[in-house]
Nanobody
């Protein structure tokens, strides 16, 4: 199984941007679909974005469409979440997740993923 490490979180003001990274190791990163999720205190884990193995298809939650972009670079064993126009309601711990799968598939249900990173905190001040 691949192991995942997120980075790039921090404290920013409303309207600013952050880019989260998720680096995989221990297996063939391109064999895995990748998802990004977030969890605020007292709330359930929420789908943010997902991308297929080759990066040819992706999906985003309605709450982040037009502001967040998911991408990946398999040559660098990395996936990214570019977050623009951040809002206070985007504040949460952000997690990347992976599932070994076939081409052309991504998952929006967190229970579909088998491997999770440790998370990175994003805080947006108003």
């Amino acid at each position: 199984q691949v192991q995942l490490v997120e980075s790039g979180g921090g404290l920013v003001q409303t309207g600013n941007s952050l880019r989260l990274s998720c680096v995989g190791s221990g297996d063939i990163f391109s064999d895995y679909a990748i998802g990004w999720f977030r969890q605020a205190p007292g709330k359930d884990r929420e789908f943010v974005a997902a991308i297929t193995r080759a990066g040819t298809k992706s999906e985003r939650a309605n709450s982040v469409k037009g502001r967040f972009t998911i991408s990946r670079d398999n040559a660098k064993n990395s996936a990214y979440l570019q977050m623009n126009s951040l809002k206070p309601e985007d504040s949460a711990a952000y997690y990347c997740a992976a599932r070994q799968t076939v081409t052309g598939v991504y998952y929006i249900n967190p229970t579909s993923y088998t491997t999770w990173g440790q998370g990175t905190q994003v805080t947006v001040s108003s």
